[in-house]
């Protein structure tokens, strides 16, 4: 015996369930289109910083090796040692900072794409939910009958955009 849940849903164009797939079995299939909503991400450059911090750093060590070599380092107080020492010791202590700096933007970054993560998984619950008829060439939802227009479609699959616009509407409405 069968149970209703290994059933198809009819097509709500033809009434026949012999053409019908989930989208994710269309998607696999090779239809682009119903490609599942992407998980929404931050993109975050930190090369300026970190090149910057390592170039910083080469620097400084390439100094405290000249001074540590050269022998006169200990054997006397120099005003030009304790400027280099002072200088190095600075430049590391700026590349910590700019470091830190940009993990402060990673982070900040992630706690941004997290807000859009409700709207994603219920993008993702919807796409989950919906069935492709290839013989009609429509796209429905079995609960409630429907149709989905291209629209609609393409609206879920960028949650992200939709959330954004949603509140930069609201947000110009107060």
């Known amino acids: 015996m069968v149970s209703t849940e290994a059933q198809k849903p009819l097509c709500p164009v033809c009434h026949r369930e012999d053409q019908v797939k989930t989208l994710r079995t269309a998607y696999e299939s090779g239809i682009a289109r119903f490609a599942p909503p992407s998980?929404?991400?931050?993109?975050?450059?930190?090369?300026?910083?970190?090149?910057?911090?390592?170039?910083i750093v080469g620097i400084s060590?390439?100094?405290i090796i000249i001074l540590v070599g050269s022998g006169s380092f200990g054997q006397g107080f120099s005003w030009l040692e304790l400027v280099l020492v002072a200088v190095i010791l600075l430049a590391i202590i700026v590349a910590l900072v700019l470091s830190f700096l940009a993990f402060q933007n990673v982070v900040q970054n992630d706690l941004e794409a997290q807000k859009y993560y409700p709207a994603w998984d219920q993008a993702m619950a919807t796409w989950g939910r919906l069935y492709y008829?290839?013989?009609?060439?429509?796209?429905?939802?079995?609960?409630?009958?429907?149709?989905?227009?291209?629209?609609?479609?393409?609206?879920?699959?960028?949650p992200q955009v939709q959330q954004a616009q949603q509140q930069s509407a609201s947000l110009a409405h107060h």
């Open 133 to 158: 008829c290839s013989r009609d060439d429509v796209v429905f939802d079995p609960q409630t009958g429907k149709k989905v227009s291209q629209e609609e479609l393409e609206s879920l699959m960028s």
């Open 61 to 63: 060590s390439f100094f």
């Open 39 to 55: 998980m929404p991400e931050k993109q975050v450059s930190m090369m300026r910083n970190m090149s910057i911090g390592m170039a």
